[in-house]
């Protein structure tokens, strides 16, 4: 992704809660409207630093801050629209504090930024910042007749007044961040903070639209109860959760659809009703001990449709949250929906710390692809589902970019730095599967021809007689030394296809890599002489290739003639990968096959499925 594609993913992720902390710190939404449009045109001007920068946000929110308490007017939100008198009153607690107090309640409650890195900001000591917060806390609790860990909600209700707040859009920051000279843009500003730390100002306006969910707190959440120590304990978790204002928007969800229009349905915490959302999910949250879950829908105006589902689990701990991550994958890799095949899956770095994209479609009609993009930054897991019906998916990159823009909406409140850079990603082998390592699950299998049913595995075996045999091959496993083999069958049963229909793969595990390549070698060559042995059968293609991952593949496509009216087809793959060789027989019906790039794709997948192999 280039400069200007990173920038503006990095403005549509973190815009939204900047505005919401400028006008926090200020009251004033108009002159912090300004000062974070301003911030960000500085930002774009210095680009190049700034995207190298280990906390890119904490650049542009020391001038965004500066800016919007240059601008604002005193109690000025006693005349805006849209808010309420409880947010008035919580403005108003707010404006009595001192400043210190007002910024370190701010970066820690509504920012989400750590204790050392707000110490940092402010410019005082740790143990001098968290004295600083604790009066703070006890001050505002104490104005608005609340307990101390009840503070953080209503700061955050404020954000319901800047929601609809217009920004400009990222290319016109750029073009303003390019005309614009900042001559004395660094000393200034740090002029200016210095001033603002010693003067201050007010604070964030949240407010109270559509998306109530600013609490979506799970009943599992923690509680003030056992003195200090868990008091504190629920505080940091709080500030740990993610709010709706952190799950992206109808701009920012438009990757998984660019030429369309698109729309929020709705924003929930998933405790109505059954809980599923998305194809494949198999309970109502990955993390059913989790300490709160945000759901958004979406879906796009006109054809083709297309929707999408983004859920955002917060854990208590790291160790909890990679237990989500996985998971929630597993639902997906696993999954068990009828005509369900896994087409492709991306490992994607650079963004959080575990990511990946999957790639499902079904085969029923209408015909519907799947991105499944899931990532976890420290606490937290999001997962977006995007559904397109009857049309192409959206690219890869998008996707993955898409992917991206979660992880930058979650970063601040994920207990991750350096979450949000620019994301890589590359073709991988799926997940496994849940099933037998080592051998193709059922979602692996392509369609075939016209025919509407699933297919249906046996179970994995160790067969005495190699069930992928056929008279081209000849292929003997154990006889040649393989010590272990496993075979699995694949049928359709709800199809009445021919009694010869089906496909069947063998694999093999030898002493060493060197018998694995002779056993291949022998029966590429046994294969490639079926024609002159038998007469009656003849190859109709032939596709040996190399690849560059380590795999050597194999296939062929034949047909053998039963009688004079009659004909049998079926194509033969082979795959090895180390010590372990594959081999996958297919015999079709008269009209429904599964074509040649289909079963050189399920060939190399079966490569894929051996290096579960271990």
Excluded at 497 to 519: I, N
Aim: with cysteine; glycine share 6%; charged share 20%.
């Amino acid at each position: 992704m280039g400069r200007e594609g990173a920038f503006d993913s990095f403005y549509s992720a973190t815009r939204q809660q900047l505005l919401h902390e400028a006008f926090v710190l200020t009251g004033d939404l108009p002159a912090s409207a300004a000062a974070v449009r301003e911030a960000y045109v500085a930002a774009w001007h210095h680009w190049r630093k700034v995207s190298r920068a280990e906390e890119p946000l904490s650049w542009v929110r020391s001038r965004a801050w500066v800016h919007a308490q240059r601008r604002h007017t005193a109690r000025i939100w006693h005349r805006s629209k849209g808010v309420s008198e409880e947010q008035r009153a919580v403005l108003d607690a707010l404006a009595r504090l001192t400043p210190p107090q007002r910024r370190a309640l701010l970066l820690i409650q509504v920012a989400g930024v750590d204790l050392p890195d707000a110490a940092r900001f402010l410019g005082l000591t740790q143990p001098m910042t968290e004295q600083v917060l604790q009066s703070a806390t006890a001050n505002l609790a104490a104005q608005l007749e609340i307990g101390s860990a009840m503070v953080r909600p209503p700061l955050m209700d404020l954000a319901s007044v800047v929601r609809h707040q217009t920004l400009p859009r990222a290319p016109i920051v750029r073009r303003a961040g390019k005309a614009k000279r900042h001559t004395h843009a660094v000393v200034a500003g740090a002029l200016a903070i210095l001033v603002a730390v010693a003067s201050g100002a007010l604070v964030h306006q949240p407010g109270r639209g559509a998306v109530a969910d600013l609490h979506l707190v799970s009943p599992n959440a923690p509680t003030v109860e056992g003195g200090a120590g868990a008091q504190a304990a629920a505080e940091s978790a709080a500030r740990r959760m993610p709010t709706a204002d952190q799950m992206l928007d109808h701009d920012q969800i438009s990757r998984l659809g660019p030429h369309q229009q698109w729309r929020v349905l709705g924003t929930s915490n998933n405790t109505s009703g059954d809980g599923i959302n998305t194809i494949c999910q198999q309970r109502r949250f990955a993390d059913p001990d989790g300490l709160s879950a945000i759901v958004r829908r979406y879906a796009t105006v006109g054809e083709p449709l297309r929707t999408a589902v983004q859920t955002v689990e917060s854990s208590r701990s790291v160790k909890h949250a990679e237990q989500t991550y996985q998971t929630a994958l597993d639902w997906y890799a696993g999954c068990q929906l009828s005509r369900l095949q896994i087409l492709k899956a991306y490992r994607v770095d650079n963004i959080g710390d575990q990511a990946d994209v999957l790639m499902l479609r079904v085969w029923s009609r209408p015909i519907s692809t799947y991105s499944v993009a899931i990532a976890r930054v420290g606490t937290v897991t999001t997962t977006t589902v995007g559904k397109t019906v009857g049309a192409k998916p959206p690219p890869a990159h998008e996707i993955v970019q898409s992917l991206a823009d979660a992880v930058a909406m979650v970063c601040a409140r994920s207990g991750s730095k350096g979450c949000a850079k620019a994301p890589d990603y590359q073709p991988v082998a799926p997940p496994p599967s849940g099933g037998e390592a080592g051998i193709l699950a059922v979602a692996d299998l392509p369609p075939v021809g016209r025919i509407d049913k699933p297919w249906v595995g046996t179970d994995p075996a160790s067969p005495r007689q190699n069930p992928s045999e056929t008279t081209c091959d000849h292929a003997d496993f154990t006889a040649a030394g393989a010590v272990r083999t496993r075979s699995r069958t694949y049928l359709i049963p709800q199809a009445t296809m021919p009694a010869r229909f089906g496909l069947s793969e063998t694999y093999g595990v030898f002493p060493t890599v060197d018998a694995a390549a002779k056993f291949l070698a022998h029966e590429r060559h046994e294969v490639s002489r079926c024609e002159h042995r038998d007469l009656a059968t003849t190859i109709t293609r032939s596709h040996p290739h190399w690849r560059s991952d380590g795999e050597r593949m194999a296939s062929w496509s034949f047909a053998t003639a039963v009688t004079r009216h009659k004909t049998v087809r079926f194509r033969i793959g082979f795959v090895r990968v180390g010590d372990t060789v594959a081999q996958l027989t297919f015999a079709s019906a008269p009209h429904d096959t599964i074509t040649v790039p289909d079963f050189r794709a399920l060939v190399h997948r079966a490569g894929a499925r051996l290096r579960e192999v271990g």
